[in-house]
């Protein structure tokens, strides 16, 4: 299939190349597909509009998540704070919109703002301080925005938010979760983001050669700050779905997300090397994810049990991955 | 006729879109300096790769000492007493000269445990550097030795583990002067001990000087193998290139324009030292230097790289400040550096994306990038500086160094930048290639582009620039018109104390 692709001159034919994208993203697709063919005789339950409705549902919050994760590890990066970072966004709208009584639609607002300011920190303790690797500073977030969480919630939950946060969270339009068309939406715009913006291609220059995209008048230290401003505001986007499906804002939620977005993101092929990955390997990634816990669910295996597959889904997939560039 | 230490017969390796290597035959003789001669992706590289078990060819056979090779892999080829030398060392920094000479045959005290014989291995290391007539610190670590003294590590490496077949890939592309003297020294001491070395160089000199037989590969072909003794170097530059380079140096003199950049007083503390320069549209001014004098490091000054400590830069008359690539980029001055896979390219990116990488701005339509346009100025790119891809899409790490070369300036000629400054624009690139690049370079004048161009080649400092420069310990010692300069006024004032050591 290489040599099909790499015979003759192509430099006149298309502006995108559908199948080398589909090529690139049959790994993970097809693992999903597969899945599902043998969850579909596993099990009577899987394959029926509800339980596939669910099954969206449950992706939902963390392929928002993984959307900015992907960011942070296509420049070679990590954002260990996300999960975080969505308690404190979650938990400071909950106040105001529940304690003080602010609009709700601001409240919101404030929920973004607290996620891209979260990340945005991230994003300066990086470049500004020249800490050695995100790993530090956004595992140093990961406690500070937590601590705060915990601070200003007293530990206890905030509850009861109007109709129209709880739809964004367990609404459906037709048999489709709202909050997986707000994840479509996010997709598609990511998927324009980094392949047609000048910023996403930075963002990919970034993450191949930081040096020579510095010494090509690529301002890296502004484009790696709107990666953890973005990854932060996305992870407050997951916050948003999250609060409408529990119908609360609690200090504690979102722990070990980052840790199921990295899993999504490897799975979806992206390198941790930074400079190779796309929104739609992250996306397939989250669904996988999704697709293995209710398929465990339906099979009645433990949850214990249950982080141990995951656990050994993400190895196999990278080891896969690994194995199909070997043979390029 | 000696014995045949090395025989490979229609060697062939095909990879996606291209052969790389057609039919190959190389034949080396025991105890023989035999030079591998070739312009960027004839197949030297692929040849070597075969040899030690990196890749698998897909026809021919091997026979090492009369023996067919069944199969290849590098523990095999190392057992086999082959032994590769790389441009890029494999040398580990941080660790000390003994500790890399016995990486992964380490000496052991106790076996089971994992006990190292440290004693042991610091004694033979030091009886190989003294063969090698080497005064290295078995304890010294790598970073802390020059490049030269970390190649003759490198060889010590080998000698530690019984070198029957030595090679070396373009060894001395990196060294100066003494340590190239040196290295060859070391490679005749070698022979004398009946090692067999296959020598890869684009040096013609060096090939002359050293070699016994030369085997010459063309497009993954084999073209010949002679005794050195018997050919000219134009013989070999034309058994190369399939034709004669009539003109190694195609100078086009142009008008000299208007100042375009410039530098005053510039220093940034150890390295540059109060270098002031001017360069002109349509000219070419030449910075020569040894290797270590500063030339880089003041020209990374010069566009922002590097933080300068004092000094002013005028661009068209204008002072400005450069802090960053980005401003520099901005005044529409570009720096190609010498180090092209680490710092000019995006490998695992297109050729179209990295021919756009510098101006994406150029791009833009409302919030999204125009593709069509992308597409057509690097098509327009492939064209005019003929780089060989299968198409615009086809990634980076897959072109030869001749071609990633033509990405690299593919990527600023697209920036329309006005002021270019070429670092080593020929290293490790072949005679036709160069020309090319001397071509590019005459296009740029033409267009009142002005350029700066660094090199360690002294012809073709002479050869190129219209006014020359010459650095040591990062400052300026000689300045001269390219006609009133010779390799000797320039040597001897490169090789001038500029008293960098001396001054703060």
């Known amino acids: 299939m290489q040599s099909k692709e790499a015979v003759g001159i192509n430099i006149s034919g298309g502006t995108t190349n559908w199948r080398k994208l589909l090529f690139d993203k049959l790994g993970s697709l097809l693992g999903l597909i597969v899945l599902m063919i043998i969850l579909t005789f596993a099990s009577p339950y899987f394959l029926t509009v509800n339980n596939l409705t669910n099954v969206l549902q449950q992706a939902s919050i963390n392929a928002l998540v993984a959307s900015g994760m992907l960011l942070a590890i296509l420049t070679a990066g990590i954002d260990l704070s996300v999960g975080s970072v969505l308690a404190l966004s979650i938990s400071v709208s909950g106040i105001v919109i529940i304690n003080f009584g602010l609009n709700p639609v601001l409240g919101i607002l404030a929920c973004l703002f607290v996620g891209g300011t979260a990340g945005m920190t991230n994003g300066l303790l990086l470049t500004k301080l020249r800490l050695p690797h995100p790993f530090i500073a956004t595992l140093g977030m990961m406690n500070v925005a937590r601590g705060l969480a915990l601070i200003i919630t007293g530990a206890s939950p905030v509850s009861g938010f109007p109709d129209w946060i709880q739809f964004i969270g367990s609404g459906y339009i037709g048999p489709i979760p709202f909050s997986f068309i707000l994840v479509i939406v996010a997709v598609i715009i990511f998927h324009y983001f980094l392949n047609r913006t000048t910023l996403g291609r930075h963002i990919y220059a970034v993450g191949g050669n930081i040096e020579a995209a510095r010494l090509s008048g690529i301002d890296t230290d502004r484009v790696l700050t709107w990666v953890y401003t973005i990854s932060g505001f996305m992870a407050a986007m997951g916050g948003i779905v999250l609060m409408g499906k529990v119908n609360a804002a609690y200090p504690l939620a979102g722990l070990s997300y980052e840790l199921d977005a990295i899993a999504a993101v490897i799975i979806g092929g992206a390198s941790f090397l930074g400079g190779v990955g796309t929104i739609w390997g992250t996306l397939i990634g989250a669904m996988i994810i999704a697709v293995i816990r209710n398929g465990l669910n339906l099979l009645g295996v433990s949850p214990d049990l249950q982080t141990v597959v995951i656990g050994a889904v993400i190895i196999g997939a990278v080891y896969i991955d690994v194995l199909r560039r070997q043979k390029k | ?504």
């Not at chain 2, 897909?58 to 441009?87: F, M, R, T």
């Not at chain 2, 610091?122 to 003294?130: A, G, P």
């Not at chain 2, 001055?333 to 710092?343: A, G, I």
């Open chain 2, 1 to 504: 006729m000696g014995e045949i230490f090395l025989k490979m017969e229609k060697v062939t390796k095909i990879f996606p879109g291209v052969k790389a290597l057609d039919e190959i035959n190389l034949e080396v003789e025991t105890g023989e300096i035999h030079v591998l001669l070739g312009e960027n992706g004839a197949g030297k590289s692929t040849l070597i790769k075969i040899l030690t078990g990196l890749y698998q060819p897909d026809g021919g056979s091997i026979y090492i000492k009369g023996d067919a090779v069944k199969s290849n892999s590098p523990q095999q080829a190392l057992a086999a007493g082959i032994v590769p030398i790389y441009q890029e060392l494999n040398l580990i920094q941080e660790l000390d000269v003994t500790e890399n000479i016995f990486m992964g045959r380490e000496i052991k005290k106790i076996e089971r445990f994992g006990i190292l014989d440290r004693e042991k291995m610091e004694n033979r290391t030091k009886e190989i550097l003294t063969e090698l007539n080497q005064n290295i610190s078995p304890t010294a670590l790598i970073q802390d030795l020059g490049v030269g003294k970390q190649q003759m590590v490198e060889i010590g490496k080998a000698l530690s583990v019984d070198v029957n077949l030595l090679i070396l890939d373009e060894p001395t592309s990196a060294l100066g002067k003494d340590e190239v003297k040196e290295l060859f020294r070391t490679m005749r001491h070698l022979k004398e001990k009946g090692v067999t070395i296959i020598f890869i160089s684009h040096k013609l000199d060096e090939v002359k000087e050293i070699g016994d037989r030369v085997t010459v590969l063309r497009d993954g072909k084999y073209i010949s193998t002679k005794n050195i003794a018997d050919v000219s170097e134009d013989d070999l530059v034309r058994e190369m290139v399939g034709r004669d380079i009539k003109n190694q140096f195609p100078k086009v003199k142009i008008e000299k324009g208007a100042e375009a950049l410039r530098v005053k007083n510039l220093s940034r503390a150890g390295v540059v030292n109060n270098v002031s320069l001017r360069a002109y549209r349509g000219k070419v001014l030449g910075i020569a230097g040894l290797v270590g004098s500063g030339r880089t490091e003041l020209v990374r000054t010069i566009i922002g790289a590097d933080r300068k400590d004092s000094g002013e830069i005028y661009i068209h008359g204008q002072k400005v400040e450069i802090n960053h690539p980005k401003d520099a980029l901005k005044y529409g001055m570009v720096l190609l550096t010498e180090d092209r896979k680490n710092q000019g390219l995006f490998l695992d990116q297109t050729v179209e994306f990295n021919c756009t990488s510098a101006n994406l701005n150029k791009y833009k339509q409302n919030v999204l990038l125009d593709l069509t346009r992308q597409k057509e100025d690097t098509v327009g790119l492939i064209r005019s500086l003929q780089i060989k891809t299968p198409s615009t899409q086809t990634k980076v790490k897959q072109l030869s160094g001749g071609n990633q070369q033509k990405v690299v300036i593919g990527k600023w000629l697209n920036t329309e930048a006005d002021i270019f400054i070429f670092d080593e624009p020929t290293r490790g690139i072949d005679v036709g290639a160069k020309v090319e690049v001397y071509n590019v370079i005459n296009e740029l004048t033409n267009r009142g582009v002005a350029v700066i161009m660094v090199s360690s080649e002294l012809p073709e400092i002479l050869g190129i620039s219209d006014h020359i420069l010459v650095i040591s310990e990062g400052k300026v010692t000689a300045e001269f018109e390219a006609e009133e300069a010779t390799q000797e006024k320039i040597m001897s004032a490169a090789t001038i104390n500029g008293g960098i050591n001396n001054a703060v």
